[in-house]
């Protein structure tokens, strides 16, 4: 049973747009999203996270949005740049008090295409 | 500046043989990951180490067993290797949860292992 769902295998946005990924997830335990980007024959990078207590975090060009009663986030870049292309995997963790704090469960990944 | 460092990257095993992976970190995190990530899925937890001393099944842990061998250094140990084992292992560390705040894992750059 896939707890966390990435619907979409990729998507390819032009230069300067706008690129937005969503993930939902169907474990309303879950309190920590993170999202990471991974290049070929590299490890996952970490981008950004946001708390369950949050529904909105910024970093420069990265924003992520948390509708926890839709169990819905998605992960905004403007502009998007040639470098963003990469595969994005959004991870959800438990609660803080609980023991499956430390344990990320992971998405399958969308892979973003940033054409010229 | 290395982080998580993995060894070997690559390695080719018959079935049967047995292998240890590395896995070593430089950023005095007390908590350590190994994942696996196969075609069209996530990277999935095997085991993972809360602090020095402990160990614990995630996900998909037949088939391997783990040593925290000091805080820096998590091996990961396939004792007799199937082809069901073929993947991609990553190997994560991170800040132990506090009951106040979660941090994002750090990766190592992966191993790739094929069984044949």
């Known amino acids: 049973d896939q707890q966390v769902k990435q619907n979409s295998p990729s998507l390819s946005v032009q230069e300067g747009r706008i690129s937005i990924l969503n993930c939902d997830y169907t474990n309303s335990m879950f309190d920590y999203f993170l999202w990471y980007k991974k290049y070929p024959a590299e490890g996952p990078t970490f981008l950004i996270s946001i708390s369950s207590i949050k529904d909105k975090n910024e970093d420069g060009r990265f924003t992520v949005f948390l509708n926890k009663s839709a169990k819905h986030l998605s992960l905004h870049i403007v502009p998007s740049q040639p470098g963003d292309s990469a595969v994005y995997f959004c991870a959800a963790s438990g609660a803080l008090n609980t023991g499956t704090a430390s344990k990320l469960t992971f998405g399958t990944g969308t892979r973003l295409q940033v054409t010229l | 500046n290395a982080g998580v460092t993995q060894t070997p990257k690559f390695q080719v095993l018959k079935t049967g043989q047995s292998m240890t992976l590395q896995c070593a970190q430089d950023m005095n995190h007390n908590s350590m990951y190994w994942y696996r990530q196969d075609p069209g899925m996530g990277l999935r937890l095997i085991y993972y180490?809360?602090?020095?001393?402990?160990?614990d099944k995630g996900e998909v842990p037949n088939g391997y067993n783990v040593s925290r061998l000091n805080k820096r250094e998590f091996s990961l140990r396939l004792e007799s290797a199937a082809p069901s084992q073929t993947s991609v292992y990553f190997c994560?560390?991170?800040?132990?949860?506090?009951?106040?705040?979660?941090?994002?894992?750090?990766f190592g750059d992966g191993t790739r292992l094929s069984i044949l």
């Open positions: 180490s809360a602090s020095e001393g402990t160990t």
């Open positions: 994560a560390s991170g800040v132990r949860p506090s009951p106040f705040s979660n941090q994002p894992q750090h």
